[in-house]
């Protein structure tokens, strides 16, 4: 489906639930969140109908994230209903890896296409004082397993953050020369744990970009499957790739083709927006399909343009990323 600007919406992401195992300082407060409730988050068959409603209309790859998405129980039953909607062709997870090693067989036999680990130091004390939990060796075992199993392509997600890890760029890149993995650089965002997001931390790509050309000759490269905003690289004689993700410094609303769904059932059309549908009543309603295209097409219609993160959104939001789904 075109939404109003003529972008072509085929990509949802489903927060499955927003409770995590970790605490990472930009996102959740130390002593957790409340609990939302069974009673108030999707069940997995409506999260499963809804993708095929979604599906009639053009969705077309489907992201699990959240929170954690490898808490909820049942993840992989959810992954095979999703893996039975013919017209889903991917199906992709962004996790924070500490659960995964004994999960990864399962998952990839549910239907599970590729994966996204989040991880913003490979160095244990650094790595512990921004999640203040969870251990590195659990999420350096997840990406050796995942590699493994050929869930391809394998990403790594690092936000950079001025004066927590900034000084391990040139390793993460090596990480991707050394090994096929795709390694993005996130710009940090005012959004999740706003006490722990301050301007000076701010890091634009490009400042990550010219501290990399020090050392290794990027090479403009092919986008990377599912690549969506990152801008891709090669690096010379690397066995990986190097991406970059600019919501702060460029606006790459103009191709963004997604829309999102949070744990408790509202779909939103930007992660920085405030504005949500309310998938609820409708699943409950007599004519539940109609009703829920009804409001997928709503959603898409209502999508903004752009994101105005630099005239306060985010700021403002009632929603934490760990709800909406990162
Ligand atoms: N728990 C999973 C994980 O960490 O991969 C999935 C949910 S998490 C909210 C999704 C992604 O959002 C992670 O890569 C995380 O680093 C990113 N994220 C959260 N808050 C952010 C912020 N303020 N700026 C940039 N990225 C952020
Ligand atoms: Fe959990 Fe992901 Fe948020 Fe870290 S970024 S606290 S792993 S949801």
């Keep these: 489906m075109l939404d109003n600007y003529e972008r072509k919406i085929n990509y949802l992401r489903i927060s499955v639930t927003d409770r995590c195992n970790l605490r990472c300082r930009y996102c959740m407060p130390e002593e957790g969140i409340e609990n939302l409730g069974h009673s108030n988050i999707l069940s997995l068959e409506q ?10 209309h053009g969705i077309r790859k489907v992201r699990l994230t959240g929170g954690e998405p490898l ?6 039953k959810l992954i095979q209903m999703i893996s039975q909607i013919h017209e889903i ?7 924070n890896g500490v659960l995964f090693p004994p999960m990864a067989e399962a998952l990839k036999a549910a239907g599970l296409t590729r994966v996204n680990f989040s991880l913003d130091s490979l160095q244990d004390d650094q790595f512990n004082y921004i999640t203040r939990r969870g251990h590195l060796t659990d999420v350096v075992t997840a990406i050796e397993k995942a590699l493994q199993i050929g869930l391809s ?11 927590i890890n900034e000084q391990e760029i040139l390793d993460f890149v090596q990480l991707a020369y050394d090994r096929p993995l795709h390694v993005r650089f996130i710009e940090f965002m005012p959004i999740g744990e706003l006490p722990f997001f301050q301007q000076q931390r701010l890091m634009s790509v490009n400042e990550v970009k010219d501290i990399i050309d020090t050392s290794y000759e990027l090479i403009p490269g092919q986008v990377v499957r599912g690549s969506g905003p990152a801008k891709c690289y090669n690096i010379k004689n690397g066995k990986g790739t190097i991406g970059f993700i600019s919501p702060m410094s460029h606006y790459f609303c103009a191709e963004c083709n997604r829309i999102r769904l949070t744990a408790d059932g509202k779909l939103r059309g930007c992660l920085f927006s405030n504005h949500e549908i309310d998938l609820k009543g409708a699943f409950n309603s007599p004519s539940s399909e109609e009703k829920l295209a009804e409001l997928f097409k709503q959603a898409i219609f209502e999508k903004p343009q752009r994101h ?4 306060g959104w985010g700021m403002d939001n009632k929603r934490k990323m760990y709800q909406i789904g990162g």
């Design 89 to 95: 062709e991917d199906i992709s997870m962004t996790t």
């Design 47 to 56: 999260i499963a109908r809804f993708i095929r409603v979604a599906a009639q």
């Design 308 to 311: 105005h993160l630099s005239e």
């Design 153 to 163: 392509p394998v990403k790594i997600n690092m936000v950079v953050m001025r004066g």
């Design 71 to 76: 808490v909820r129980k049942n993840i992989t």
